[in-house]
């Protein structure tokens, strides 16, 4: 996933996935706070039971680890950007992208040469 912009995106893009994921759970392993920006890395665990980026429902457990960047102005977060391990979560539920690369968690198609 790309840049969120603003809480409301990021809202509906938690929503989504808790929705694939209704038990989902962050564990927020470290972050680092400097001026505007806010940088964490944490754990994201939650069983696979709703369906997510076109896939079924398959049922299993996924544990992944996410890197998070914020920028927070005037108290409100104004900002969100996010890498998450989607190729390891694929592989967790046993799926695997389809002609596609999974790089960075934004999904870039592939390309000859």
């Known amino acids: 996933m790309g840049p969120v912009d ?11 996935f808790r929705g694939a994921f209704p038990d989902l759970r962050f564990f927020l392993n470290e972050f680092v706070w400097q001026g505007e920006l806010v940088a964490s890395r944490m754990t994201i665990t939650g069983r696979h039971l709703g369906p997510w980026s076109g896939f079924a ?8 680890r996410a890197l998070c960047f914020d920028r927070v102005r005037d108290g409100r977060l104004v900002a969100h950007w996010e890498e998450v391990n989607e190729f390891g979560l694929l592989m967790q539920l046993g799926l695997q992208p ?9 999904q870039v198609p592939e390309q000859d040469g």
């Open 6 to 16: 603003g809480p409301k995106e990021l809202e509906l893009h938690l929503r989504t």
């Open 98 to 106: 389809t002609n596609a690369l999974v790089t960075g968690g934004v």
């Open 57 to 64: 429902p398959t049922g299993k457990l996924i544990s992944v």
